[in-house]
Structure formats: C-alpha cells, structure tokens
Nanobody, 125 residues
Framework: VQLQASGGGLVQAGGSLRLSCAVS????????IGWFRQARGQEREFVAA????????YYKDSVKGRFTISRDNRRNTVYLQMNNLKPEDTAVYSC???????????????????WGQGTQVTVSS
C-alpha cells in the first residue's frame, strides 16, 4: 500500500489549505486513514483520522472547528481541509493507513501500518 500526501504550501495566518492523501495498492475502502504532523524539533502528533466509511472522524482538540477530514472512496483519496490556519500549525503533514479490521487507537501513530511521505505546511504570521 502506498500513500502520497500533497497540497502543502506557504500561507498567511487565517488562510486555508486542502491536503490530499492518495492511496494505491490496496482496498482503500477497508482502511482507516489518519493525518499526523511533525514540527521541527518536536515529536510527531496526531491531527485527524477517519474510519473506513467516513461515518466517524477524530480530531486533535486544537484543530477542532478549523480542520475537516473527509474521504472519497471512489477516488481513493482522503482530504484534510484546513481553515483559519495559525503559525503553530506549521509542520510536515503525513498520512497513514491501517486495516480497519485491526482496530486500534486512531490517535496513536503506532496503530498505523502504512505511511506516506509528508507535505510541508508553513503558516506565516
């Protein structure tokens, strides 16, 4: 299974970006997908996750109300719409996948089986 994150860039505070995570090589509809981020010099942290059907979503407290995760199972893609971006959102954002049948805590990076390379998001003040 391969994951490819895209859509990062440089944006001013208060602006928006939409990240995409394209998944190939596996049954996309059977995977839960998570977004994580890692700022320079900091540990990787959970941002958002979505279950296999899109019926359940999970968010880090500091992004609730600003970020929205969604998925299009026809396009094998998960999206992370990020609004009202803040300088503290600056990080490399990566997506990850786990077979939904494995279960696990979607907030923990150890839960995920497959990882893609990240995309840089930089928010200027």
């Amino acid at each position: 299974v391969q994951l490819q994150a895209s859509g990062g860039g440089l944006v001013q505070a208060g602006g928006s970006l939409r990240l995409s995570c394209a998944v190939s090589g596996g049954p996309f509809g059977g995977y839960a997908i998570g977004w994580f981020r890692q700022a320079r010099g900091q540990e990787r942290e959970f941002v958002a996750a979505i279950n296999w059907s899109g019926s359940r979503t999970y968010y880090k407290d500091s992004v609730k109300g600003r970020f929205t995760i969604s998925r299009d199972n026809r396009r094998n893609t998960v999206y992370l719409q990020m609004n009202n971006l803040k300088p503290e959102d600056t990080a490399v954002y990566s997506c990850a996948a786990v077979d939904s049948q494995r279960g696990g805590n979607y907030y923990k990076d150890q839960t995920y089986e497959y990882w893609g390379q990240g995309t840089q998001v930089t928010v200027s003040s």
